[in-house]
C-alpha cells in the first residue's frame, strides 16, 4: 500500500516503516474503563503490530456518560509514557462528543476520524 503512495494505515496487522507512514489504532466501545484495561488494550494492539509506538491511538465511539471517564483514562496511559504514543483522538464522534471532551478542558482531540461512507451516514455528520 505504500508503494502507491497510501501515508495512512489503520489496523491491528498492518506492518509500516514509522519514518515513513502514520499508523493509527483504536480502543473498542468499553463499558468499564479503569487505567489498567485501556493499557492492557493498548499494549496488545502494539504486540499484535510489533511496534512500540503508534501515532495515534483513538477512542471508538462511546455513549455520553461513558465518553469522559474512557477519555481521562486514555490520558492517563499516555502520561505514564510506558508505551508510546504520539497523540490521543477519537472516532465516529459526532459534535457534541467531540464539544464535551473540548469544553472539558483535559487534553485536545487531535483527530476525528469518520468513516465516510454516503449511502450509510447521514449529510450532517460528513460537515463535521
Known amino acids: 500500500m505504500l508503494q502507491v503512495g497510501f501515508i495512512h494505515l489503520e489496523g491491528a496487522k498492518a506492518p509500516g516503516n514509522e519514518k515513513q507512514s502514520f499508523l493509527s489504532t483504536k480502543l473498542e466501545a468499553l463499558l468499564k474503563a479503569k487505567r489498567q484495561i485501556v493499557e492492557s488494550k493498548l499494549l496488545g494492539s502494539l504486540q499484535k503490530l510489533g511496534l512500540h509506538y503508534v501515532n495515534t491511538y483513538t477512542v471508538h465511539k462511546h455513549t455520553r456518560p461513558v465518553i469522559m471517564h474512557v477519555w481521562q483514562k486514555v490520558i492517563e496511559v499516555k502520561e505514564l509514557g510506558l508505551m508510546k504514543l504520539k497523540s490521543i483522538g477519537v472516532r465516529t464522534f459526532n459534535k457534541l462528543q467531540i464539544m464535551a471532551l473540548l469544553d472539558a478542558?483535559?487534553?485536545?482531540?487531535?483527530?476525528?476520524?469518520?468513516?465516510?461512507?454516503?449511502?450509510?451516514?447521514?449529510?450532517?455528520t460528513s460537515r463535521l
Open 105 to 124: 478542558e483535559i487534553e485536545a482531540v487531535i483527530v476525528n476520524q469518520i468513516e465516510h461512507r454516503p449511502l450509510v451516514y447521514p449529510l450532517a
